[in-house]
């Protein structure tokens, strides 16, 4: 699957910038419940994540940098506006609860990821001291 001692690191990484800026969106939104006309921002990042993953699979050799082949830098977080029409009628189309259980869901996310890196630095220290015997 991917090559390289931090690969996993690199990719968890990923995934904790992504639910960050996701918690950073839910954060905004919630503050501005009552702003009239706002429209709530959402953030997405899994997709482009798994497409990654399946694209690494595949294990393409590149001799040149520009050839096709996207490494796991060019992967970011995308923000976009939801604009959905609203039952309000300011026009703000936050919903409080809503909010709520998709920050309490990023939450576990975020931890669950904070504990894989943990692991991944825990294996690759495993590694070292056992090598070092």
Do not use: C
């Not at 940098?65 to 029409?85: A, F, L, N, Q, R």
């Amino acid at each position: 699957m991917l090559k390289g001692i931090y690969n996993n690191v690199d990719f968890f990484s990923k995934a904790l910038n992504g639910t960050w800026e996701r918690n950073k969106a839910i954060v905004h939104n919630m503050a501005n419940e009552n702003t009239p006309n706002y429209k709530r921002t959402v953030v997405t990042f899994e997709d482009q994540l798994r497409q990654f993953m399946t694209e690494d699979r595949v294990s393409l050799k590149t001799t040149n940098e520009k050839h096709i082949g996207k490494g796991i830098d060019e992967y970011s977080p995308k923000v976009m506006v939801d604009k959905s029409t609203s039952y309000r009628f300011d026009g703000n189309n936050v919903n409080i609860e809503t909010e709520t259980a998709d920050l309490a869901k990023n939450t576990i996310m975020y931890d669950a990821l904070i504990r894989q890196v943990i692991n991944e630095f825990d294996k690759i220290k495993n590694v070292i001291s056992e090598g070092s015997k």
